[in-house]
């Protein structure tokens, strides 16, 4: 099934005690992490981040009326998390808007997606840089309004996981005269996945 395609299942049936953004970014994330699992032969624990038990109540509070399908994971495990996967989690979870059991299960989601290749936007399946904005500012507001000069996502959380260790990793005295500029603030535009998965397919019929 492509991602187009379980997103639209999962969000099939508005569920009024979920808040609409919520619902499209947590079935944006499923949607890719579950293709990803598929085709890569992975546990969809492992690809989303969470063990089974969080992710059969994650989808009972969001895709009630899908809630069943992810009952056959309950009893998996995620993979341990990487050094750099802990540390992103930790601070996401640290810089939580209220600190919910929703934001929890968030931060260990995006920490987990931030390992893939692509922008971060485009690995969570959303379907514009925009839409990350304005999740890390819904839920991790504290961390998401001290990216005041709009760097990169990825390297943000990097660059404040190192700086907060006491490590500092520029060479240049400012942005402006760094020949990393590009690395760190660079446009951070593309395609969604969901949409390139679709595209892709649709040409394979
Ligand atoms: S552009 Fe250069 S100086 Fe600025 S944050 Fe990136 S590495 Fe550091």
Excluded at 45 to 56: P, R, S
Excluded at 80 to 100: I, K, V
Aim: include cysteine.
């Amino acid at each position: 099934m492509q991602p187009a395609e379980v997103y639209a299942w999962l969000t099939a049936i508005p569920n009024l005690g979920c808040d609409g953004f919520d619902t499209h970014v947590t079935a944006s994330i499923i949607a890719l992490s579950l293709w990803e699992a598929e085709t890569g032969r992975l546990r969809p624990t492992d690809t989303i981040g969470l063990d089974g038990k969080n992710l059969v109540v994650l989808a009972r509070e969001t895709f009630p009326h899908a809630a069943t399908v992810f009952a056959r994971w309950e009893s998996e495990t995620a993979s341990a998390p990487t050094e750099d996967e802990a540390c992103l989690r930790e601070l996401l979870r640290r810089n939580a808007t209220h600190g919910s059991e929703f934001q929890c299960r968030l931060a260990d989601m995006i920490a987990r997606r931030c390992l893939r290749p692509n922008h971060l936007w485009q690995d969570l399946g959303l379907r514009n840089r925009q839409e990350l904005g304005w999740l890390l500012l819904r839920h991790f507001e504290p961390l998401a309004s001290k990216n005041r000069s709009d760097m990169k996502w990825k390297k943000f959380f990097y660059r404040t996981i190192c700086r907060d260790e006491g490590f500092m990793l520029c060479s240049a005295p400012s942005c402006a005269e760094c020949d990393d500029f590009d690395h760190c603030f660079g446009e951070e535009g593309g395609e969604s996945l969901l949409a390139q998965t679709r595209r892709q397919a649709d040409l394979r019929i």
